[in-house]
């Protein structure tokens, strides 16, 4: 059952988000399957990532609500690049599953050398699953 959309407090970039088993974020655009991470289960300190684009929070390292957004829109470099590296750490090194792109948000993300060694075992490009909004179109 999605949830509701009374229940979002913020982007709502990924409506098939259930309250369920399966735990879906989303960081520029890169949506990630968090199910195996304790971190993100209910009452834990990351669970309210979880069901939007929270790029902003990644890129200042922030669990605030207000920072739960995708908007980057004032972020340095440095915080800017910060967010580049949560996505490659969630590939590459706690390889949580890369299942989907939301379109409107997406950003190629280029792979730092320190992820270089995890990524020569990586398939490469995978061809991802657009996220459908409400309505049924890919967002």
């Known amino acids: 059952m999605p949830v509701e959309t009374e ?3 913020g982007s709502v970039d990924l409506c098939d988000y259930c309250d369920g088993e399966r735990r879906l974020l989303s960081i520029l655009g890169h949506v990630f399957d968090v199910t195996s991470s304790e971190m993100y289960d209910p009452g834990m300190a990351y669970h309210g990532l ?15 609500e207000h ?7 004032g972020l340095d470099t440095k915080q800017i690049a910060v967010v580049h ?6 590939r590459f090194r706690k390889c949580y599953p890369l299942v989907g792109k939301v379109r409107r948000l997406y ?3 280029p ?4 992820y270089q060694a ?3 075992g990586d398939e490469g490009e995978v061809n991802l699953p657009q996220v459908p909004s409400s309505d049924g179109r890919a967002i």
């Open 7 to 9: 229940k979002w407090k």
């Open 50 to 64: 979880l069901g939007r684009d929270a790029s902003r929070a990644y890129a200042l390292m922030s669990t605030n």
């Open 67 to 73: 920072d739960m957004t995708h908007d980057l829109a």
């Open 85 to 90: 590296d949560w996505v490659n750490y969630f």
């Open 107 to 109: 950003q190629e993300v």
């Open 111 to 114: 792979v730092s050398e320190k």
């Open 118 to 120: 995890e990524r020569e």
